[in-house]
């Protein structure tokens, strides 16, 4: 597997080939969806968003199986990212960092200047996450998800801020 992508994004040292998602890859989007959420977007879904250029989705694959993903829709100059997902097989290695952050960067290059999302206030791991990247926390909304009654965080991050680093 090519340890770059067709933007040159080196992914030294790791075993996974970063990729813009296309309709070819709907199997492996909606197997990893399945796994990894409990209200899962459907194939339809995903194929309905990428042949209408709703929203785009980058991955990360290995041994050409999908493991990573991050969907995202552009409106004007703002991402806001949909969904970011890592088989539990491959998860604790810096896989969403570092999938997180080359999107991040393409975003710049596709002249997005901010960055947003909302996320279960429960979910520590994906807090810590996008506080590495220092996103910031701009508002709350009460009893959001209907299944658990749980808030969700909305969450900032301007792109000229970013740490060139990350």
């Known amino acids: 597997m090519s340890n770059h992508t067709s933007a040159g994004h080196p992914m030294t040292g790791f075993d996974y080939e970063f990729a813009r998602l296309e309709l070819d ?3 492996d989007l909606a197997a990893l ?3 990894c959420f409990p209200h899962p977007w459907k194939k339809e ?3 309905l968003g990428l042949a209408k250029g709703a929203f785009y989705v980058f ?3 290995n041994a050409g199986r999908t493991v990573a993903y991050l969907a995202f829709s ?3 100059d703002t991402m806001e990212i949909l969904k970011l997902a890592v088989h539990p097989d491959h998860r604790r290695i810096g896989l969403a960092k570092r999938l997180l952050g ?3 960067k393409i975003g710049s290059e596709m002249g997005i200047r901010h960055a947003r999302l909302e996320l279960r206030q429960s979910n520590t791991t994906a807090r810590n ?3 590495y990247f220092n996103f910031t926390q701009t508002s709350v909304k009460k ?3 209907p299944d658990t009654g749980e808030d969700a965080l909305n969450l900032f991050l301007d792109l000229n801020a970013m740490d060139e680093n990350r």
């Open 25 to 27: 890859d709907l199997d």
């Open 59 to 61: 991955g990360l694959k």
């Open 102 to 104: 080359l999107v991040l």
């Open 33 to 35: 969806e399945k796994i």
């Open 45 to 47: 879904h995903f194929c």
């Open 74 to 76: 552009k409106k004007i």
């Open 143 to 145: 009893k959001y998800y």
């Open 129 to 131: 996450l996008y506080a």
